[in-house]
C-alpha cells in the first residue's frame, strides 16, 4: 500500500515562514505530477500548488508570490516540498500532499490523501 507521508506544519505568526515536506517510497513517483491541497475548517478543500514531473510549478493566485513547490527524485523515494513564506492566518489549514497527472490543464490526484499535517497562522 503506497503511504505518503505530510510532515512540517506547526503554529506560526503571521508573516513567519515554514516548510512542508512529504515523501513517498518508489522511483515510479519521480515521473508523476504532485499536488499540495489545504483545507481549512469548514471549508472545502483547495489545490494551491502543483508541480510536474519535470519541475513546471502553478500556484493558486492565494498564495502566488508566497509559496514555493519544489521536488526531489532520489532513487527510491520522492520528496516533495512546500516552501511558505510570509503567511497569513488566512493560510490556516490542514495541508495534504498528493501525487497524480497533469490532464490539459487540470491537476487530478491518485494517490495520497494522507492526515495531512496542521498549519495554524495566528495573528
Known amino acids: 500500500q503506497v503511504q505518503v507521508v505530510e510532515s512540517g506544519g506547526g503554529l506560526v505568526q503571521a508573516g513567519e515562514s515554514l516548510t512542508l515536506s512529504c515523501r513517498v517510497s518508489g522511483s515510479i513517483f519521480s515521473a508523476n505530477a504532485a499536488g499540495w491541497y489545504r483545507q481549512p475548517p469548514g471549508k472545502p478543500r483547495e489545490l494551491v500548488a502543483r508541480?510536474?514531473?519535470?519541475?513546471?510549478?502553478?500556484?493558486a493566485d492565494s498564495v502566488k508570490g508566497r509559496f514555493v513547490i519544489s521536488r526531489d527524485n532520489a532513487k527510491s523515494t520522492v520528496t516533495v516540498y512546500l516552501q511558505m513564506n510570509s503567511l497569513k492566518p488566512d493560510d490556516t489549514a490542514n495541508y495534504y500532499c498528493?501525487?497524480?497527472?497533469?490532464?490539459?490543464?487540470?491537476?487530478?490526484?491518485?494517490?495520497?490523501w494522507g492526515q495531512g499535517t496542521q498549519v495554524t497562522v495566528s495573528s
Open positions: 498528493t501525487f497524480g497527472t497533469i490532464i490539459g490543464t487540470n491537476y487530478e490526484p491518485n494517490v495520497g
Open positions: 508541480i510536474s514531473a519535470g519541475g513546471r510549478t502553478n500556484y
